[in-house]
């Protein structure tokens, strides 16, 4: 399989054709051994020794990596204090010190403390947490998300407190180090916060924040607009926003009905996702219909899955008594959805927590992970979701009754554990052209799989650069055309459950080794296309007609 790290830095100054040089890769074989880990578990579940199948399509190298962090649980009576602990559990994703290499924290747990590791060129990580200043000992972590809030470039690092913990905001300081801006951001006293999702929202330019609280006091504040000056401002109410009456765990922001402008779709326990339309005024509008009938939504996945150009959202759910699972919602191409959920064959999951849509085998359609089990570690709980093994459904890229069908694969393709999976992200962390797996488990070992590749496949990459203060570019939209179909992705700082995936564009292209047509549709709403892409590389693309500044980046260059 070709594995290069190519970055090809690319600067358009408008919707001009471009035709890229050829990168050949280098072909990379990996030397075979069977991993056998032990890990020792504080609360919950011994993790026996487990050897490894590296003929699988995904293997286990978390401990190969280095990473040697545990999520920790305190051991406290039955209740919602407990319910939020055991509950609790995730993941960030980025590349806080900008080498091009994406990075991890994990949130610590209330006996625990957040672990960063630096990824050192796909080979292994180093644990940083200290010396970085975000270890957070004493905070009963749930969930984490890097987004550059304050415009400067770099990746800042928000970490959710649950019970009588405070969410945290830390600033990153561009040397390696964060400092704790949480009350002079004005969000200090955020507590049984779970997941986050940063956008532009309002399109002012700058990165507005969600923030999920399950089981929530009266009037939680959930919308926070940002004034562009490093603070923030409760606006749930002027927005239009239920707070109280949900039970949210998981946001994102995401336009459903291709105006440009994002809208808000809402996984939450009890009957109560929603579904928020934006009004393009600074309101949202309830839109949510009979269609949204999952029971007790937890994580999100929104993608094209169907590649017909609209975004989908699958919401991870509980399928066990009674309770009847996981929901597919097929976008109609207005904003609003269909339930395809049996038609496409993903609503038996178990006792799912996060999720995500990946083209796992790089055949062009998103396939989904979700990871699931409940128990309850503070008595010793075993029941009937305590051994719950994560799910895989593959995309067959076939549709019936116009939905695309999946198979679920979690066992054949290795990935069939039984932990307490609560976050989940997807991402091509070692840079050789597939999508790799990271789960975050609760009171439990974080899980790393490592994509072992498919076999003549090939792929592109891209990132963008976007002009301050939303130096990602979240809202982008980068599409596709190769091998007769056209694929979308849509960049967010969203939430899976607790957790995020990269704010970049994965396409497999099967085994066409060159993309068509290229076309980015920027925040700003500017276009870019370009002709002809060789396949297999990673693309750094800035916006057009822009000045890009990335503060201490002395490669920093003046789009025209």
């Not at 009004?279 to 949510?288: E, L, P, S, V």
């Amino acid at each position: 399989m070709l594995n290069p790290f190519f970055v090809v830095r690319v600067m358009v100054a408008s919707s001009l054709f471009a035709i890229l040089p050829q990168i050949s890769g280098a072909e990379i074989a990996d030397d075979k051994k069977i991993w056998t880990t032990h890990v020792e578990v504080t609360c919950g579940r011994p993790v026996p020794p487990q050897a490894i199948d590296e003929t699988k399509q995904f293997t286990d190298v978390t401990a190969a990596l280095g990473i040697h962090f545990s999520h920790r649980c305190d051991q406290i009576a039955r209740g919602k204090k407990e319910d939020r602990q055991i509950m609790a559990g995730g993941i960030a994703v980025g590349d806080y010190d900008r080498d091009g290499w994406p990075d991890l924290y994990f949130s610590g747990g209330s006996a625990g403390q957040g672990a960063l590791y630096r990824n050192l060129s796909g080979e292994r990580f180093e644990e940083l947490a200290a010396s970085a200043g975000v270890a957070l000992p004493g905070l009963e972590a749930a969930g984490a998300l890097f987004a550059d809030y304050d415009g400067d470039g770099w990746l800042d690092l928000l970490v959710t407190g649950v019970n009588e913990s405070p969410s945290t905001l830390l600033r990153n300081l561009g040397n390696g180090r964060f400092t704790d801006v949480t009350t002079a951001s004005g969000l200090a006293g955020l507590s049984n916060s779970f997941s986050a999702t940063f956008a532009d929202y309002d399109r002012d330019g700058d990165l507005d924040l969600y923030i999920a609280h399950w089981a929530p006091p009266q009037n939680s504040a959930q919308l926070w607009r940002n004034n562009g000056d490093k603070t923030f401002t409760d606006i749930t109410q002027q927005a239009g926003l239920a707070n109280s009456e949900m039970n949210d765990f998981s946001a994102n922001f995401t336009d459903i009905d291709n105006d440009g402008w994002l809208d808000l779709l809402i996984a939450a326990d009890f009957d109560t996702s929603q579904v928020y339309l934006n009004n393009q005024d600074g309101h949202f509008k309830n839109i949510t219909t009979a269609d949204i009938s999952d029971e007790n939504g937890m994580g999100t996945a929104v993608g094209d899955y169907d590649n017909d150009g609209d975004m989908d959202w699958f919401v991870s759910s509980i399928s066990t008594g009674g309770i009847s699972g996981n929901r597919l919602y097929q976008n109609r191409g207005d904003g609003t959805f269909a339930d395809v959920s049996e038609k496409a064959a993903v609503r038996d999951g178990g006792w799912g927590w996060g999720s995500c849509f990946a083209d796992f085998n790089n055949d062009g359609w998103l396939d989904i992970f979700q990871v699931n089990g409940y128990g309850r570690p503070a008595i010793n709980y075993q029941g009937d979701n305590d051994l719950e093994a994560s799910v895989l459904f593959i995309s067959t890229g076939k549709r019936w009754f116009r939905s695309i069908q999946f198979i679920e694969q979690a066992e054949p393709w290795g990935v069939a554990d039984s932990r307490h999976g609560r976050g989940v992200a997807c991402l091509d962390y070692d840079r050789d052209g597939d999508l790799d797996i990271i789960v975050a488990n609760n009171n439990q070992p974080p899980l790393v799989y490592r994509n072992n590749g498919t076999e003549n496949s090939h792929f592109l990459n891209v990132r963008l650069r976007g002009a301050q203060p939303n130096s990602e570019a979240l809202a982008a939209r980068i599409y596709v055309k190769a091998n007769g179909m056209q694929q979308m992705r849509e960049l967010r700082a969203g939430s899976n459950y607790l957790s995020q995936n990269l704010a970049e564009a994965h396409f497999g292209l099967d085994d066409e080794t060159v993309v068509e047509e290229l076309r980015i549709l920027w925040p700003s709403q500017q276009t870019t296309v370009m002709k002809a892409v060789q396949a297999n590389q990673f693309l750094v693309i800035d916006e057009p007609n822009t000045r890009v500044i990335h503060s201490g980046d002395a490669t920093a260059e003046t789009v025209p």
